[in-house]
Nanobody, 113 residues
Framework: QVQLVESGGDLVRPGGSLRLSCVASIMRVSINTINWYRQAPGKQRELVAT???????DYAASVQGRFTISRFAPKNTVYLQMNSLRPEDTAVYYC???????WGQGTQVTVSS
């Protein structure tokens, strides 16, 4: 079955960096659009980054210039590089494949001093 597994979440200080990974089973990230979403307590789930099947990337205004989404086909993995992290970036981050509406289990990112 299609499966997405996120990893890389951690506790980080403001201004720090993290790289999240999303490993896909069955589907190939090179021919599928992949999204990163996040959800903070008490807030709606928010789309933060997208990489389309042709490699085009898009970002939410709140992360533009700080986050970078990329993919590495030989490992069937999509990454989210997060720099200049702020406390408001604290959330559970989810990988999502819209073609099959498949979600990962989520990975916790906490930005705090």
């Amino acid at each position: 079955q299609v499966q997405l597994v996120e990893s890389g979440g951690d506790l980080v200080r403001p201004g720090g960096s993290l790289r999240l990974s999303c490993v896909a089973s069955i589907m190939r990230v090179s021919i599928n659009t992949i999204n990163w979403y996040r959800q903070a307590p008490g807030k709606q789930r928010e789309l933060v980054a997208t990489i389309t099947k042709d490699g085009t990337t898009d970002y939410a205004a709140s992360v533009q210039g700080r986050f970078t989404i990329s993919r590495f086909a030989p490992k069937n993995t999509v990454y989210l590089q997060m720099n200049s992290l702020r406390p408001e970036d604290t959330a559970v981050y989810y990988c999502h494949a819209p073609r099959t509406d498949t979600w990962g289990q989520g990975t916790q990112v906490t930005v705090s001093s």
